[in-house]
């Protein structure tokens, strides 16, 4: 089993940055594969980044492309999402993921076991 709790979210102006964090517990992260993704509102769940449990591979939704990041920190097991530029569609309540290392499919929520409970974020225009 592994317990997510996202942090870092909040309100900010377009053009700004913040950093999200996801720390786990009860395993090590690093042995998982770690995803992020986001519910605007009224919209349904959708993918934003997910990096393979080596990070060895990244993959990122062409939205967030080039302004997102995805980091881990194993020493203390925690994953991050760099967030850059924001703009006002970024709005969203953003949710850390964890699944077993599987070889496919790391951009849907379904594939995923483990969540947090969520972190809104919303930016301003």
């Known amino acids: 089993q592994v317990q997510l709790v996202e942090s870092g979210g909040g309100l900010v102006q377009a053009g700004a940055s913040l950093r999200l964090s996801c720390a786990a517990s009860?395993?090590?992260?690093?042995?998982?594969?770690a995803g992020w993704f986001r519910q605007p509102p009224g919209k349904e769940r959708e993918f934003v980044v997910a990096?393979?449990?080596?990070?060895?591979?990244?993959f990122y939704a062409d939205s967030v492309k080039g302004r997102f990041s995805i980091s881990r920190d194993n020493a203390k097991n925690t994953v991050y999402l760099q967030m850059n530029t924001l703009k006002p569609e970024d709005t969203a309540v953003y949710y850390c993921?964890?699944?077993?290392?599987?070889?496919?499919?790391?951009?849907?929520?379904?594939?995923?076991?483990?969540w947090g409970q969520g972190t809104q974020v919303t930016v301003s225009s």
């Open positions: 990096e393979s449990w080596s990070g060895g591979r990244t």
């Open positions: 993921a964890a699944r077993r290392r599987e070889p496919t499919r790391i951009r849907e929520a379904s594939e995923y076991a483990y």
């Open positions: 009860g395993r090590t992260f690093n042995s998982y594969d």
